[in-house]
């Protein structure tokens, strides 16, 4: 076991306990939340390092020490959808390992400047911003320039960011792969059902299946706009399932998904014999469709813990904190898709 050079005088940290224990400070946070997905011989390493160290991770501990109570506040527009609501978990557990309190604030559409600064619990608190939205995206860019904000974006255009504050997943290559897939099934082309942009240019979803198809010269149809509900995704392909050559949809999430599965059986489309639908984002329940949904894992409570390390980064420069990090997307193949059916 690595040796405790916890400089005297400093309380020990969950990195403290993650270092001298030999584990991974997600690790250490699932131990603290009596989380499952950790080993008997783990957890028992992990408590002793944590009574051999004194480590406090309550906050109401921390307080009656003489330490103060660090807080934080999230701005995002939703905590219902998938993406944004597990990226707000993994902020969230990141944060409370920490010893942070988390203030959330959901932003309305049309929010002004000094309404957002007004969600700050108090003024020049650190901030976290989802900005996956229009919304979320308004309110990073509306933040005083002497708040300290880290955020979970969309892709960059470039595909790199200049910001080094932010974090995202690569979800353009991600609907590049599963274009490919779909092609490598012998569909000739391959619709798209598009979830909205966070800003005025085409998603980065979008601009993924788009490359995959002019890459391999096959026909590019235009994409299927739609919103974030499964209505919406049953609303944009109804008139589509008709014409009998569409043979492959992707759709840029899984909701979508589950609207268009069931428009394609009120058309009378088997899934997959003569349709095949791959979702986004490996919702808990595209397992269990019927059938189930090949889909886009992606991991946003990775990016949420990650987007809360760059923070305390931000806020202590000083301790050279190890950056969390998140899984690459990863296309998980079910039943929903097969071969092409000409």
């Known amino acids: 076991m690595p040796p405790n050079d ?7 940290s969950i990195w403290d306990v993650a270092r001298v224990a030999g584990v991974s400070q997600q690790t250490v946070s699932r131990v603290i939340n009596d989380k499952t997905r950790v080993s008997a011989s783990t957890r028992a390493k992990v408590m002793q390092v944590i009574a051999e160290l004194g480590y406090r991770p309550n906050r109401l501990a921390r307080t009656l020490a003489g330490g103060p ?6 701005l995002t527009s939703d905590t219902a ?10 902020m969230e557990e990141a944060a409370r390992a920490a010893g942070f309190s988390v203030g959330i604030s959901v932003l309305e559409p049309g929010a002004s400047e000094t309404d957002i600064a007004l969600r700050l619990n108090r003024p020049q608190e650190p901030v976290m911003v989802i900005a996956y939205d229009g919304p979320g995206v308004r309110a990073l860019r509306a933040l005083p320039p002497d708040v300290l904000v880290t955020a979970a974006v969309e892709r960059p255009e470039s595909g790199s960011g ?3 504050w932010e974090v995202w997943l690569d979800d353009r290559a991600a609907a590049a792969h599963a274009t490919r897939h779909l092609l490598s099934l012998g569909h000739k082309t391959v619709q798209y059902v598009a979830i909205p942009s966070s800003t005025s240019a085409l998603p980065q979803r979008t601009r993924g299946w788009q490359d995959a198809l002019r890459a391999t010269g096959r026909p590019l149809p235009e994409p299927l706009q739609a919103g974030w509900t499964p209505r919406s995704g049953y609303l944009a392909v109804r008139s589509l399932l008709a014409d009998h050559s569409v043979s492959a949809i992707l759709c840029g999430s899984d909701d979508l998904a589950l609207g268009v599965m069931r428009a394609a059986r009120e058309a009378g489309r ?4 003569d349709l ?7 919702t808990p329940a595209s397992a269990y469709l019927y059938p189930s949904l090949t889909t886009v894992r992606l991991d946003f409570e990775g990016l949420g813990r990650a ?14 904190l190890s950056l969390s990090t998140w899984n690459e997307p990863e296309l998980i193949a079910r039943e929903s898709s097969g071969p092409s059916p000409v």
């Open 6 to 12: 916890t400089p005297p005088g400093r309380s020990a």
């Open 69 to 74: 109570v660090s807080s934080v506040t999230v």
């Open 81 to 90: 959808l998938f993406g944004a609501a597990a990226t707000l978990r993994g």
């Open 162 to 164: 200049d910001d080094p």
């Open 270 to 273: 088997d899934i997959p014999g």
């Open 276 to 282: 095949s639908v791959v979702g986004f984002e490996d």
């Open 307 to 320: 987007c809360f390390g760059l923070l305390l980064r931000r806020l202590q420069p000083e301790a050279a």
